[in-house]
């Protein structure tokens, strides 16, 4: 593979000032599913076997005439709505070839339309103190806005007009694209996001999920106005997206907007998108970058599991106990707080709709590189080879359980939660019965998952750091 690496990022969420990279672009937030043998949430789940409260309230949903799906929760503790459409247009919808033309159509549709101008748009929402925003990612693009009850119906003249009636100006196209390059560029002094972007290239090789949501350097000076436009009209269409709107609202209310503002969305045929398996490889690979570094970047990762297999709830508490809890887990003991090698360690088993992949990063000094890869390896046997303690499996569980309330607080958190549910097919009362079933998990599911979806001798390892002075022998 050829070590001069790209890193893409999203120039629209950067400008904004919207989700930052984090401390590496390497993870996808991570959500939950089942464990071996036990029952499939998404099939044989029964409301009438919850001992739970509610955590995620009542959702209604329903579909509009166009195909448009609605969703609505009326949550009336502050006078704020937020709404966002979620368009099933992501960059595995894209080609190599063109790729990035899904994100630059996304941040493209707040900058102009048939009549407003981008200054307009920005004006009017920051006049009564709302936000608009429209994005691109792996799966799905999304726009939204958030405004105060008083000015919903700005809120959504602003939010059907970008979605509606886009008019992707030449100039801004062409400013958005030399930004977008800029930031590519700008980005190969980064070595977490160079070891990041590695990574995600040898994992997933000519995988759709391999393409970078913002594009290559070489692809994005290729994509034209005319082929965004053809994008957008091959792919934004009503029976297409997801409309979901939490807030002070009633389902009257919401239904009436949604009707007016969307009700003209033309609906249209859309083919599924084939997405092939996520590759396993038989044997450890390992990929050099050349940095000039004392610090070395070290990421590895394998093929994990899709956000709807159903082991991936106990999946998820077992890497909690390996390197996902951070100061609780086994890696970061074994390497950070034992060996004094890495200031943190970190994994995850990060899923989407059509596969995902277990991924984890330390930074260590370069000669100390290869003794932290083996306690990775060591720590990954260990897990497999016996139960995990009563203790760190309630700790575990106990994490996740007090994790999801938190995560539907706010409106914005729980439009989050919503929309996540429904692209991914999940039924009503699905997290109460996740919730359910995560007290049901023994040691030796632990045990059994970990021997199913963990691959320590399958490992893709990418280091980015001196080479002449950072040896490595695990991949020998």
Not at 36 to 64: C, Q, W, Y
Not at 287 to 295: I, Y
């Amino acid at each position: 593979m050829n070590n001069t690496v790209t890193f893409k990022i999203n120039m629209k969420r950067l400008i904004r000032g919207g989700a930052g990279l984090g401390l590496s672009l390497l993870f996808l937030a991570s959500c939950a599913l089942l464990g071996p043998g036990m029952p499939n949430l998404a099939k044989d789940f029964t409301p009438e076997k919850l001992e739970f409260r509610s955590i995620v309230p009542e959702i209604h949903r329903e579909v509009l005439p166009n195909g448009l799906v609605l969703l609505h929760h009326q949550k009336s503790n502050l006078p704020i709505v937020e709404a966002q459409v979620l368009v099933k247009a992501g960059a595995i919808r894209g080609s190599d070839e063109l790729a990035g033309r899904a994100n630059l159509c996304a941040a493209l549709l707040d900058e102009g339309t048939s009549s407003r101008s981008s200054v307009q748009i920005s004006e009017e929402i920051e006049f009564v103190g709302g936000s608009l925003y429209s994005s691109g990612g792996m799966e799905y693009s999304t726009a939204g806005v958030s405004v105060l009850t008083k000015d919903v119906e700005l809120g959504f003249d602003l939010l059907s007009d970008i979605l509606l009636r886009p008019a992707f100006p030449e100039r801004e196209v062409e400013r958005l694209k030399g930004e977008t390059v800029a930031s590519i560029i700008r980005s190969r002094d980064n070595p977490r996001s160079v070891a990041s972007d590695t990574l995600r290239e040898f994992l997933y090789g000519d995988h759709p999920y391999h393409r970078p949501v913002v594009g290559y350097e070489e692809t994005v000076p290729k994509i034209t106005r005319e082929s965004i436009l053809d994008f957008y009209s091959t792919y934004y269409l009503a029976n297409n997206a997801i409309l979901t709107i939490v807030g002070d609202l009633s389902l009257d209310e919401a239904r009436d907007l949604a009707k007016r503002h969307f009700g003209e969305w033309k609906a249209g045929e859309v083919s599924e998108v084939e997405v092939p398996a996520v590759p396993a490889y038989p044997k450890i690979r390992l990929e050099r970058v050349q940095m000039d570094l004392t610090q070395a970047n070290v990421v590895w990762g394998h093929r994990g599991l899709a956000r709807t297999d159903p082991d991936y709830t106990v999946t998820r508490v077992m890497n909690y106990i390996l390197g996902g809890g951070g100061f609780a887990s086994r890696m970061f003991n074994s390497i950070r707080d034992r060996e004094g090698l890495a200031y943190s360690v970190y994994c995850i088993f990060s899923a989407a709709k059509h596969g995902g992949t277990y991924q984890g990063a330390l930074q260590t000094k370069n000669e100390s590189a290869d003794q932290a890869l083996k306690l990775v390896v060591e720590e990954m046997q260990q897990i497999q080879q016996e139960p995990v303690t009563e203790k760190e499996l309630r700790e575990a569980v106990s994490y996740y359980s007090g994790s999801l309330p938190r995560r539907q607080q706010t409106a914005a958190q729980l439009l989050a939660l919503i929309s996540a549910g429904e692209y991914y097919g999940l039924p009503q009362g699905y997290w109460e019965r996740e919730l359910e079933l995560m007290q049901t998990l023994t040691p030796e599911d632990i045990l059994r998952t970990a021997r199913k979806h963990l691959d320590p001798a399958g490992l893709s390892i990418v280091v980015v750091g001196d080479e002449a002075t950072t040896p490595i022998s695990v991949a020998n």
